[in-house]
């Protein structure tokens, strides 16, 4: 009896489990077309010309345009300053530019060309870069102690 079960069960395990079944696929995998740079750039300065644009629809364009690999034009820079200039909100502009200033650690020319550039309309919205407000050293600094011999 064992033996009749054992070669009953092994057969429905070969025809239900290992039965091949046809393998369905999504035909929208990655369908989406890809953006160029005038794309992303146009889409980016649009948004932040809105009017009615509000501090969130700001941060989340931001945030998505900074993991974007890609620094911002000097034009989408002043979009983006002039809408956080319309919401009075000093502390984003100041954020922004700190994070500008991080995409471009690998290259500091390409972060001093884009400050010249963006100059006249920071100085037009009262805004200080981070070097002016002291930001870019650190407030309390202490040797290391493994670092004093």
């Known amino acids: ?6 070669r009953f069960g092994v057969q ?3 025809n239900g489990v290992l039965k091949r079944q046809p393998v369905v696929a999504s035909s929208r995998l990655f369908s989406a077309k890809q953006e160029s740079e005038a794309e992303i750039d146009a889409r980016l300065e649009s948004y932040f010309n809105k009017p009615d644009i509000d501090g969130w629809e700001i941060r ?3 945030n998505d345009m900074h993991g974007l690999d890609m620094v911002p034009n000097p034009k989408i820079c002043i979009a983006a300053l002039k809408a956080c200039r319309r919401l009075n909100d000093f502390a984003l502009t100041v954020r922004f530019l700190e994070a500008l200033k991080e ?3 690998g290259v500091p020319a390409l972060y001093d060309y884009v400050i010249k550039e963006i100059q006249p309309t920071l100085k037009e919205l009262g805004i200080s870069t981070p070097e002016e407000l002291g930001y870019d050293k650190p407030e309390l600094y202490l040797q290391s102690p493994y670092d004093i011999h």
């Open 1 to 6: 009896m064992l033996k009749t079960f054992a």
């Open 12 to 14: 429905a395990v070969f």
């Open 60 to 62: 989340k364009a931001l």
């Open 103 to 105: 995409k471009t650690l």
